[in-house]
């Protein structure tokens, strides 16, 4: 595997600051938030933008296998100095950049003031050389996963509809709620079985939240369905296969779903 620098910074973009930073993360494992993850990177990069995902789901992470990539040089080489931030960052299927994280790591799976400090550093080191950086977090409201989320801009949780995973959504989404005061949360939701099935799951989520959130100081909360994946069998086969959606059956149902996903978060 090739590893090309990631684009240098454009001279008109300031040095600090730079990206859009969005985590997309789950209550549940299991529901495809890679793949979003993956194929939406894809989407933003056919648009022209400069997009790196960081597989910020330190302990078990699987960017690595849905892109089929096998990388030499990881996240856990930069963490430990045994390379360079440039040496880890490679191009991917579909245009956009990755900075992979071994599997495995049980000392990334906590916490540890040393993640904390390491995991903020390189994600202020790449801002400022893309337009977007997708975090592409663990499921569940470990430590974690919430400071993950924490350090990125907006949130995307992808939930399927059913109930398990719409109630570990819900549960993350009143912690996300709770301990870092969001009031506007993005969502997706994927296997959609039928049109219009997002929208109605997002008002009852919506509605459900409101209740809660109404009695806490401050102002009100907005669930906002971003995106409504259909079921769709090309998935399968993209996964399987270790395909990009977007790049081997862009005509599908899902894949014009990530484009449309991609469309209203520029908007």
Known sequence: MSTT????????????????????????????????????????????????????????????VVLNLHPKITLHDVFTEKATLEQAILPAPGGFHVLLAGSGMVEYSRLTPEVREKLLHIIELVKPRFDWVLLDTGAGISDVVLYAVSLATDVLVVATPEPTSLTDAYATIKVLVTQQDRRHVGMVLNQASRPGEGKLICGQLQQVLQRFVGSLP???????????????????????????????????DAAQSIKALATRLLS
């Open 5 to 64: 620098p990631a684009p240098a910074a454009s001279p008109t973009r300031p040095s600090r600051g730079g990206a859009r930073t969005l985590a997309v993360t789950s209550g549940k494992g299991g529901v495809g938030k890679t793949f979003v993850t993956a194929n939406l990177a894809a989407a933003l990069a056919a648009r022209g933008l400069r997009v790196l995902v960081l597989d910020a789901d330190l302990g078990l992470a699987n960017l690595d």
């Open 218 to 252: 401050g102002q009100g909360f907005k669930l906002e369905l971003l995106g409504e994946v259909k079921a769709d069998l090309a998935v399968r086969q993209a996964v399987l296969k270790r395909q990009l959606l977007l790049e081997h059956f862009p005509g599908s």
